[in-house]
């Protein structure tokens, strides 16, 4: 199989006519193999959480464009999610609600530093 002919500056549309399936394939390929991962799991979990698409990015201010500019690009993994395993976000929800997304050495860290 040859790899997708993209170099890493030229990136291609990706909701225009000029998507080449094979790479979208090869994209989605690679995102479920990741997806197995409990730890890439855990990074998308959290990189979703911070650029905000869980929440408004409503501020009546400039802040709301720039608020807006991050939560889109976590649309776009939150997208790649969806269109490659859409069956992992349920697993991903259920894995931070158990606990399984909690970094016991920040948590410690913050504890720690409260009790000072």
């Known amino acids: 199989m040859e790899p997708p002919k993209i ?5 291609y549309v990706m909701d225009g006519d000029d998507i080449n399936p094979s ?3 090869f994209d989605l390929a ?3 193999e990741m997806m197995k991962d409990v730890k890439f799991r855990r990074f998308l979990w959290r990189y979703l959480s911070y650029t905000g698409v869980f929440r408004s990015t409503f501020t009546g201010n400039a802040m709301g464009y720039f608020l807006e ?3 889109n690009v976590g649309l776009m993994m939150m997208r790649d999610l969806i269109a490659a395993c859409p069956e992992m976000f349920v697993v991903m929800q259920k894995e931070a ?3 399984i997304y909690a970094f016991k050495g920040r948590d410690e860290a913050k504890n720690a530093s409260k009790k000072r």
């Open 97 to 99: 609600t158990d606990g």
């Open 69 to 71: 500019g991050r939560r």
């Open 23 to 25: 790479n979208r394939d």
């Open 30 to 32: 690679d995102f479920r």
């Open 7 to 11: 170099g890493i500056f030229e990136p």
